[in-house]
């Protein structure tokens, strides 16, 4: 009796761990950006830590059970840089947006959402400085996930996602810019000089 009750425990065991592996599986990111990984059977999510607004790119290995129906796709960003994000895009490789979902700014005011098979493009009326949500990684009331297609892909079939920035040129410091005033007047004043004399 003791026997069967251990041998069905480790066989409820067993199929607990090899349902559990067959999701999309994150295989690498490159870039110099850190983020982590909350993927799972049906759904592409990860957290993004923008430090340096350079590109980063997301490959991911397309499990069985990610193809029932479309992946739900959801992420965090973070504005770790300290610069007004304005801009933003996930561009995909070897497979499609099947439909949008939600995005939703912390602090910024949403411009435009616009999106094409390969891209999502999100831009901010009013630059955000902290946090943004691509499609709903926490479950809001009122937030969806973003679709991506599975037609005709199969189990171990790859693809990626990349994610850019843009941010708000530089706009020099109240100190400098008062400090660069007098310099250009002189220098003005210097080819006044030059024109008057030749």
Known sequence: MHAKLLASLFLAAGLALAQGAQAVVL??????????????????AFDLDL???TPTTFRFTLEEADLAGP?????????LGGAALEQFSFSLTGIT??????????FGTLGTVSF???????AFSTPEW?????????????????????????????????AASTVAAEVPEPGTAA????????????????????
Request: proline share 4%; hydrophobic share 45%.
């Open 27 to 44: 295989q690498g990111a490159s870039g110099s950006n850190s983020s982590a990984d909350y993927s799972g059977a049906g759904t592409v």
């Open 51 to 53: 430090a340096t607004f």
């Open 130 to 162: 902290a946090e943004f949500q691509f499609g709903n990684p926490f479950g809001d009331a009122g937030g969806s996930d973003w679709l991506l297609a599975t037609t005709g892909l199969r189990a171990g079939d790859t693809f990626t996602i990349t």
């Open 97 to 106: 947006f099947a439909a949008s979902g939600s995005v939703t700014p912390a």
């Open 179 to 198: 400090m660069m005033v007098p310099a250009l007047c002189m220098l003005g004043l210097m080819a006044a000089r030059r024109r008057k004399r030749g």
């Open 116 to 122: 094409g098979p390969q891209a999502a493009n999100i």
């Open 71 to 79: 992946l739900a796709f959801n992420s965090l960003v973070r504005n």
